[in-house]
Nanobody, 126 residues
């Protein structure tokens, strides 16, 4: 059962942009890591980007310089701005949240996150 609520995503052409949103109010911990993961059929879920309550960000090498993770001022929404999209970015995307002490040191590891969104499909055509 999803605890976070995602919106956004959809289809784009190569080099285009999409934005994902995730409502995180159900998580409610002031010291946190929040992240975006993606998964394609037959492969493990992989970390895309993470941000902690200090504002530090972490990115997988495959998206550095193209994707930006952020939270709103009230810490109620998590965003992923995806620019310069490539067909290989096609996947189901999930948002996640976890308490600082569980995640610290492994910001892009899915196993340390406790709260998840329902997933949203992103499809990038050549």
């Amino acid at each position: 059962q999803a605890q976070l609520v995602q919106s956004g995503g959809g289809s784009a052409q190569s080099a285009g942009s999409l934005r994902l949103s995730c409502a995180t109010a159900a998580f409610g911990h002031p010291n946190y890591y929040m992240a975006w993961f993606r998964q394609v059929p037959g492969k493990e879920r992989e970390g895309v980007a993470s941000i902690n309550s200090d504002g530090n960000t972490f990115y997988d090498d495959s998206v550095k310089g193209r994707f930006t993770i952020s939270v709103d001022n009230d810490k109620e929404f998590l965003f992923l701005q995806m620019n310069s999209l490539k067909p290989e970015d096609t996947a189901m995307y999930y948002c996640a949240a976890g308490r600082w002490f569980r995640v610290h040191g492994e910001p892009l590891s899915p196993s340390v996150y406790t709260h998840w969104g329902q997933g949203t499909q992103v499809t990038v055509s050549p």
